[in-house]
């Protein structure tokens, strides 16, 4: 399946916006799948967004037209560009793939997650 490593996070204000990459190496990324998932405390782990193997990528109703997720093939890199960081936003954030397509949910993943990238917001 892979691996993948989470970076971009840090510290934003309400309003501004930050972008998460996610680095993979071990697949043939342009047939690849990627989730995005977060995980708040106390809380599980939730999918957010994915883009499969064709490019269709799908949001989370929370986070519909404040983010945007797109991929580089040739990078094997894939972005998460968060606008308009809201106080429900922090979590830690992380990515993974699975195949071909956009899987329910994070149980549903049998690779290795990566460590994650913190996502802080100030009010």
């Known amino acids: 399946q892979g691996q993948f490593v989470e970076s971009g996070g840090g510290l934003a204000q309400a309003g501004e916006s930050l972008t998460l990459s996610c680095a993979g190496s071990g697949l043939i990324w342009e047939h690849m799948a990627i989730g995005w998932f977060r995980q708040a405390p106390g809380k599980e782990r939730e999918v957010i967004s994915c883009?499969?193997?064709?490019?269709?990528?799908t949001y989370e109703d929370s986070v519909k037209g404040r983010f945007t997720t797109s991929r580089d093939v040739a990078k094997k890199t894939v972005y998460l560009k968060m606008n308009n960081l809201k106080p429900e936003d922090p979590a830690v954030y992380y990515c993974?793939?699975?195949?071909?397509?956009?899987?329910?949910?994070?149980?549903?993943?049998?690779?290795?997650w990566g460590p994650g990238t913190q996502i802080t917001v100030s009010s």
């Open positions: 993974i793939s699975d195949g071909p397509v956009c899987l329910p949910g994070p149980k549903y993943y049998r690779g290795t």
């Open positions: 883009i499969n193997d064709s490019g269709a990528i």
